[in-house]
């Protein structure tokens, strides 16, 4: 099953929200929301006096509801934009979205006014961030070796239930549709990062695609929001995947960011940089970081811990710590520290082939998801887990380096490459192509959790 609805038209009167179905279409039931007690019901000869004052509204979907204060107000999307399609499906970002309350006249006191005016401020500015994405028949929060692992009793599930709830940003907002088994209205929303585009090499046509799901958990902006909490859960969460198609045949690749998995914070004040201070009890410390790592395994398998800190100074302290962590977790994580700034003092990027080499097995050894006919043919087995400070500019690099490499394993599985010495950089307009997607997806993830560019 997936998801019936593509457009909508949104007629509202005094009492009544009501959803027309467009696409693919206009003959389904349509969704009718009682404005004064909640109540949603789908139904097929509904009419009602349509208030003229009111203009109906086309809505690319329902975000959700969302109960402040005065009730419940209802969020649409209003504009969308489409990114490309990936294996087959179109994506789209969205670009506009409307927030209605339900009831006009509200009771709040003069207090509750003001404080409800903060809430909802609140709510524009999350809707307001950059970079919500969905696909109407593609479920985005899942990889596609997750989506082709699922067996065909999940695969035929509505979109919402079989959505990896990592990287559904919208699911809290959606639960009274879900409640009431709406599901052909029920849309999941990823925040992160798509860019699609059909390239060519050596007369070859292939498309190359980039999509980042940023994890619901632990959510806040750099400095405020650092390290790992009882649960597991670390700050900037990014789940970052390369995919290939070509003709029947698909590849991808996938990596990981996130803070350092300790107890640790670095509370901004007058000083350029504020240095970070570790925090929590060895007990605490030891519990979250296994809880972190045990998540991780589920999901991946091995993960192989990428730790591009400074060696010395403010820095230190948080290295050694992850790695007497890391050395007591067990054979299912490998971590690697590689001191980024001294290696690569002086503009010496060619300095991180010394990195490369230390994680060349690896590399080997994790591979790439690939499908061919419907078929897997092979699975990517365990997953790079890379960090600096920010999770930013270095982690971005390290990073896309990495799929620089993966991606002549990946050319070479399909046939666009036919000699393993053949490098990226041979190729001027993919070579451009590649550092333009990488340096778009830099940018999106730096300002969602730093709110400016990535440097």
């Known amino acids: 099953t997936v998801l019936k609805l593509n457009r909508a038209r949104l007629y509202s ?6 959803f027309e179905p467009l696409l693919p279409s206009s003959h389904g039931p349509k969704l009718v929301i009682d404005r004064a007690t909640g109540a949603i019901a789908e139904r097929s000869d509904w009419t009602m006096d349509y208030d003229a004052r009111t203009k109906p509204i086309d809505v690319a979907g329902i975000m959700g509801i969302v109960k402040l204060l005065s009730g419940s107000y209802l969020v649409v999307i209003t504009g969308k934009k489409m990114v490309g399609k990936v294996n087959g499906s179109e994506v789209y970002k969205v670009t506009g979205t409307s927030i209605i309350p339900y009831v006009e006249d509200n009771k709040l006191t003069i207090s509750q006014t003001a404080d409800e005016a903060k809430y909802k401020a ?13 696909s109407y028949t593609l479920d985005l929060t899942q990889s596609q070796q997750r989506i082709y692992d699922m067996s065909p009793q999940v695969k035929a599930q ?60 632990r959510v806040g902006t750099r400095y405020h929001v650092r390290g790992i909490d009882a649960q597991g859960n670390v700050a900037n969460s990014v789940e970052t995947e390369q995919i290939i198609e070509r003709d029947q045949a698909l590849t991808a690749l996938v990596q990981i960011r996130g803070s350092i998995p300790l107890f640790w914070r670095q ?19 030891v519990g979250s970081f296994r809880r972190h790592f045990d998540e991780l395994t589920k999901f991946y398998k091995k993960i192989i811990a990428i730790n591009l800190i400074d060696q010395k100074g403010s820095e230190l302290p948080l290295g050694n710590a992850y790695e007497i962590q890391a050395k ?25 082939s010394l990195l490369m080499d230390q994680v060349q097995d690896e590399i080997s050894k994790t591979g790439f998801f690939y499908v061919e006919k419907g078929q897997i043919q092979k ?77």
């Open 13 to 18: 009167n005094s009492t009544h929200f009501v």
């Open 122 to 134: 609140m709510v524009d500015w999350v809707l307001g961030v950059e970079g919500y994405y969905f």
């Open 158 to 217: 509505p979109l919402w239930m079989k959505a990896d709830n990592r990287f559904y940003w919208n699911r809290s907002m959606q639960k009274d549709l879900i409640d009431g088994k709406y599901d052909a209205w029920v849309l999941p929303v990823m925040l992160g990062f798509v860019e699609s585009h059909t390239c060519t090499i050596n007369n070859i046509s292939f498309g190359y695609h980039l999509i980042a799901r940023r994890s619901v958990k």
């Open 267 to 285: 509370t901004p004040n007058i000083k350029y940089k504020p240095k970070p201070l570790l925090h929590g009890t060895d007990i605490e410390t």
């Open 328 to 352: 007591q977790y067990g054979d299912n994580l490998k971590y690697v520290a590689f001191d980024f700034h001294h290696q690569c003092r002086k503009m010496r990027w060619d300095r991180l």
């Open 379 to 455: 699975r990517q087995e365990g997953v790079f887990r890379t960090n600096c400070i920010d999770n930013l500019d270095r982690t971005n690099v390290v990073q896309s380096l990495l799929a620089r490499y993966s991606l002549v394993d990946q050319f070479l599985q399909h046939g666009i490459f036919n000699n393993p010495n053949s490098k990226i950089v041979d190729f001027p307009d993919f070579e451009l192509r590649f550092r333009n997607v990488w340096a778009d997806h830099a940018d999106a993830v730096s300002v969602q959790y730093s709110g400016t560019a990535s440097a």
